[in-house]
């Protein structure tokens, strides 16, 4: 059993963190945050690098590695920064979908242009009346001729703004199968096809650089040659997505909670009250040993789910323990840092109040903590009679 990672991993690990210390400026930062404005300049040179969709094969402009890489580039892509990372890392959010799933048209049609930075990608699964329960959708696809006619509105959709390049849609193809989950498709629809709109969902407590938006598909139409994967089976696929994605999200909470962690050390080392240095008090050496401790159980956790999942094995039990904990790490952890650095933490300029409010969205999204802890308990107990 190795702890170490490779050669080859250590070498990605330092280029992202070179890119986030020569191009992370936090006065660009603070200028976006301020105009609400996407990273865009940030982004492409992430593409350029071959951070976006390394784990895409290299025939499709990535760099050939694994989800072990790919969590990796997240980790640090947050620890840099919380919000502007968390846009980078999620750039080319449900392209699994098509990865997996797609025909090699979809493939080579898309893939490069994620990973070249051309175009953001979106997963348009949730519906304002439905949220964390997929089994079931309103958004409709017909087969009518050689195309599919969508109607439905999704909500919270992530990138969805302009520069995104295509949604992978949960649809129901089948409204009578039973139970409904088995009438599920995903079907790919082009950003500017005539019919799709969206409006962005407003202010957003943490993350809010990234597009977020409610997308509505009205009398869609789109090739029948656009279907991912098999009709009727899109549920199954994205259950399988999500146990991919889910460790991406681990490492985005990993990542901010090294990042909150490594903000609370740098001032305490610096900051004195009572005529010594903060850092030498017992009770705020206690709290970082703790912080410490539960970012190292994050890492091993979230590094043992990425491991898992290149080694073909699928587990949904683990990456739900990886994403559940490492999302309450970045939680814990962030908040201790603001209460670290006082009255500090509370402001702006000291950047772990802006972490601690990216950090929240990590037990929200790819699933409700609430639902891992589902996920969890059904792997341990089996079906009950």
């Not at 109040?353 to 059904?378: L, M, P, V, W």
Request: negative net charge.
């Amino acid at each position: 059993m190795e702890f170490e990672l490779t050669k080859e991993q250590v070498q990605i690990q330092k280029a992202v963190r070179d890119f986030v210390k020569g191009e992370f400026k936090k006065e660009e930062i603070n200028d976006l945050i301020e105009r609400h404005a996407y990273p865009e300049r940030l982004w492409k040179k992430a593409a350029e690098l071959g951070f976006i969709g390394i784990h895409f094969p290299e025939k499709y402009s990535g760099q050939g590695t694994g989800v072990m890489e790919n969590i990796l580039v997240a980790e640090e892509l947050a620890r840099g920064d919380s919000t502007v990372g968390t846009c980078l890392l999620i750039a080319d959010f449900a392209t699994e979908m098509i990865l997996h799933f797609g025909t090699e048209e979809q493939k080579a049609k898309w893939l490069p242009k994620v990973a070249e930075g051309e175009c953001l990608s979106c997963g348009a699964f949730t519906e304002a009346d439905h949220g964390s329960d997929i089994t079931t959708v309103e958004t409709t696809a017909v087969r009518d001729g050689d195309e599919w006619v969508i109607n439905g509105t999704k909500i919270f959709i992530t990138n969805s703004g302009p520069l995104a390049g295509f949604y992978n849609v949960l649809c129901k193809t089948n409204p009578d199968a039973s139970p409904p989950h088995r009438g599920l498709s995903i079907i790919l629809v082009e950003a500017d096809n005539p019919g799709v709109s969206y409006q962005d969902v407003g202010k957003k407590m943490g993350i809010t650089l990234s597009y977020t938006a409610e997308v509505v598909f009205k009398d869609v139409r789109v090739p029948a040659g656009n279907l991912i994967g098999e009709e009727n089976r899109g549920f199954y696929q994205l259950l399988e997505f999500f146990d991919e994605s889910r460790i991406l999200v681990a490492a985005q909470a990993l990542g901010t909670a090294q990042g909150g962690l490594d903000r609370a050390l740098a001032y305490v080392k610096q900051r004195e009250q009572f005529g010594k240095k903060i850092a030498q008090f017992q009770a705020t050496q206690h709290k970082l040993a703790d912080m410490a401790t539960k970012v190292e159980a994050a890492r091993l956790l979230t590094y043992k789910a990425a491991w898992n999942f290149d080694q073909g094995r699928i587990d949904p039990k683990l990456t739900s323990m990886a994403k559940m904990y490492a999302a309450r790490t970045a939680v814990e952890v962030c908040d201790e840092a603001i209460q670290l650095l006082g009255g500090y933490g509370y402001m702006a300029e000291y950047e772990v109040e802006r972490f601690y409010r990216d950090a929240k969205i990590t037990e929200i999204y790819e699933g409700t903590k609430e639902i891992q802890k589902n996920t969890i308990a059904s792997a341990l107990l089996g079906k009950l009679k």
